[in-house]
């Protein structure tokens, strides 16, 4: 990393979020990915989602492997339901490559979302010419959450979709919240 994109300040954020069997990229699969390319005021610039297909016997073996799954049985339906609509999996890196590329140019860009380093292992095993792409620095909302609970004692309620895109919604309007939050108590923050 030079230098000069070292110290660029970004203009843009690629907000990403990848729904899998569990978290281990080693043992587990993408199912899911939805990207939102936002500006600092969180204005949509390009948006992105996909399905990933996959034999639907490796699914179900690798759900059940995850007692998660069991307490969300409506997003593993679904999951299992869309597979055979899928794309590819380098069909979908090839799609993320062009988009980053048409909306950052040859600027490495900046991943955002929420426990975001989880996703980046993922990108980083199945997709490493996207991984390529993005910015060594991320913006994890995650971070956000443990300051603002643990110093400010403010719990922002975030419903549990667990869905690609409605979770990068609920990222962003939690940031957004916790940037209100300072906004409005600017005068009282220690």
Do not use: C
Not at 52 to 59: A, D, Q, R, S, Y
Not at 74 to 88: A, I, Q, S, T, Y
Not at 102 to 123: C, M, Q, T, V, W
Not at 141 to 149: A, D, N, P, T, Y
Request: net charge negative; proline share 4%; aromatic share 12%.
């Amino acid at each position: 990393m030079n230098d000069k994109t070292k110290n660029s300040s970004p203009l843009k954020l690629l907000w990403m979020d990848l729904e899998m069997t569990n978290l281990d990229p080693n043992k587990d699969i993408i199912l899911e990915v939805a990207v939102e390319i936002t500006d600092f005021k969180f204005k949509t610039l390009a948006t992105y989602e996909a399905t990933i297909t996959h034999p639907k016997e490796k699914v179900l073996r690798l759900m059940a492997a995850n007692a998660w799954w069991q307490g969300f049985p409506e997003n593993r339906d679904e999951f299992v339901k869309k597979l055979e609509f899928g794309k590819p999996l380098g069909q979908v890196e090839k799609d993320l490559v062009a988009l980053v590329e048409a909306n950052f140019g040859s600027e490495p860009a900046y991943l955002a979302g929420n426990s975001i380093h989880s996703d980046r292992k993922f990108i980083a095993k199945y997709w490493p010419e996207l991984d390529l792409k993005l910015h060594y620095r991320m913006l994890d909302v995650s971070s956000f959450k443990i300051l603002m609970q643990g110093k400010y004692g403010y719990f922002y309620d975030k419903k549990e979709v667990h869905r690609a895109y409605d979770d990068i919604q609920a990222s962003i309007a939690e940031l957004q919240s916790y940037l209100d939050y300072f906004k409005n108590n600017i005068n009282n923050i220690e």
